[in-house]
């Protein structure tokens, strides 16, 4: 009877540690997938500020120099696009359809900036400094935000792969994710530069 007891002991013992590691494994995911999320959102944040700030910079160049329409109409196309556009969860698809629309507005931006070389006294108004700064501040905003997306990418491919976390992630439908990639001969995506 001693025996049996012991085997029940150990048995019970065995399956309350393994509940234990399936409840922490499986909440550190969530933890990891939330974290993925919550960088996800501060990307989307910043490409919002860069969409707000961009019709303020052409406003001012409108409004301050007799500029080419295609150009400030190329803008607001850009802009329109990248405002429109949708973002339906975290997905490679989601963000290759992000990318293309800022890389889009980016050009275009760039394009403007590149026509303010010919007009000296508009690269000194107060308004177009003020946007310039907010505007490099911005891009620097979205490098830090896809690099904080990408590292919350890594450590949760890292533990969804890692075994034998890896088993708890397969039961609870836990797959691995993919970040920005640059694409073929890009070092980084389009950003505004002044």
Do not use: C, H
Not at 23 to 29: A, D, G, H, I
Not at 92 to 120: C, F, G, H, W
Request: net charge positive.
């Amino acid at each position: 009877m001693d025996n049996k007891r012991r085997y029940i002991f150990i048995t019970l013992s065995v399956t309350i540690l393994f509940v234990i590691y399936v409840v922490v494994t499986y909440n550190s995911l969530i933890k990891k997938d939330e974290k993925v999320k919550l960088q996800w959102n501060e990307v989307q944040n910043t490409y919002q500020r860069r969409l707000e700030l961009i019709p303020q910079l052409a406003g001012v160049v409108k409004g301050v120099a007799n500029f080419e329409q295609t150009t400030l109409q190329k803008i607001a196309e850009a802009r329109a696009k990248a405002d429109v556009i949708s973002v339906n969860g975290i997905s490679a698809d989601s963000y290759k359809q992000q990318t293309a629309v800022q890389d889009e507005l980016a050009s275009a931006a760039n394009r403007l900036l590149i026509t303010i070389e010919n007009y000296p006294n508009l690269k000194g108004t107060k308004a177009f400094i003020g946007l310039q700064v907010e505007l490099e501040g911005t891009e620097r905003r979205i490098k830090v935000a896809r690099k904080d997306f990408n590292d919350a990418i890594a450590v949760y491919n890292s533990f969804v792969r890692g075994f034998p976390a890896k088993i708890v992630a397969g039961i609870f439908g836990f797959k691995p994710k993919e970040g920005f990639q640059a694409d073929a001969g890009a070092d980084t995506s389009v950003e505004i530069k002044f």
